[in-house]
Antibody
Framework: EVQLVESGGGLVQPGGSLRLSCATS????????LHWVRQPPGKGLEWVSG????????GYADSVKGRFTISRDNAKNSLSLQMNSLRVEDTALYYC?????????????????WGPGTLVTVSS | DIQVTQSPSTLSASVGDRVTITCRAS??????LAWYQQKPGKAPNLLIY???ILQNGVPSRFSGSGSGTEFTLTVSSLHPDDFATYYC?????????FGPGTKVEIK
């Protein structure tokens, strides 16, 4: 059974930093691209960042570019998101998600498996 | 980026009703469209991909259609478990973008 479990969320002041992690199991980790998707309280879904299976293709939403950094450790089956210069509008539930299909880079497949999410609150 | 819109934003229906949700993309995406169901406090769940293919384990009362820029999700007969929010997502180009969601509520 595919499992993804996020951790690292919490309360942080504007301008602060936080590092999210996603532990995975139940699939061949280095075969699949992975993503972070966020959902502000009571609002819709926003793709944040994605990383290809080899880690050589990375993408960011314009809203986080230059502030967030995605990475993966294929030896530890884990995904991370380093979030710097956090803003109030970054407050959201952050999900880790796995591609449905094996693809060489990013795109051309939906997200078949999701973790339960970790809540990030940016507030003074 | 490709913009994705959904209508209606809220839909009131009863158990047994047939309901249809529409999703439109700002440019053609062929059939590279997925539908997700999200219940309160839970992560989204993939229902349909490639516009019309049911993900494993999804009941056959769900169906999807369309190509190009206009797509629909249909539930042939609403079950109590189907009251939730539904999102479409285009994955033709990166970044993958989601629609704003359609909440299906009990009438």
């Amino acid at each position: 059974e595919v499992q993804l479990v996020e951790s690292g969320g919490g309360l942080v002041q504007p301008g602060g930093s936080l590092r999210l992690s996603c532990a995975t199991s139940g699939f061949i980790f280095d075969d699949y691209a992975l993503h972070w998707v966020r959902q502000p309280p009571g609002k819709g879904l926003e793709w944040v960042s994605g990383i290809s299976w080899r880690g050589d293709t990375i993408g960011y939403a314009d809203s986080v570019k230059g502030r967030f950094t995605i990475s993966r450790d294929n030896a530890k089956n884990s995904l991370s998101l380093q979030m710097n210069s956090l803003r109030v509008e970054d407050t959201a539930l952050y999900y880790c998600a796995k591609d449905r299909d094996l693809v060489p880079a990013l795109g051309r497949t939906p997200f078949a498996s999701w973790g339960p999410g970790t809540l990030v609150t940016v507030s003074s | 980026d490709i913009q994705v819109t959904q209508s209606p934003s809220t839909l009131s229906a009863s158990v047994g009703d047939r309901v249809t949700i529409t999703c439109r993309a700002s440019q053609t995406i062929s059939s590279w469209l997925a539908w997700y169901q999200q219940k309160p406090g839970k992560a989204p769940n993939l229902l349909i991909y490639q516009a019309s293919i049911l993900q494993n384990g999804v009941p056959s009362r769900f169906s999807g259609s369309g190509s190009g820029t206009e797509f629909t999700l249909t539930v042939s007969s609403l079950h109590p478990d189907d009251f939730a929010t539904y999102y479409c997502q285009q994955y033709w180009t990166h970044p993958e973008t989601f629609g704003p969601g359609t909440k299906v509520e009990i009438k």
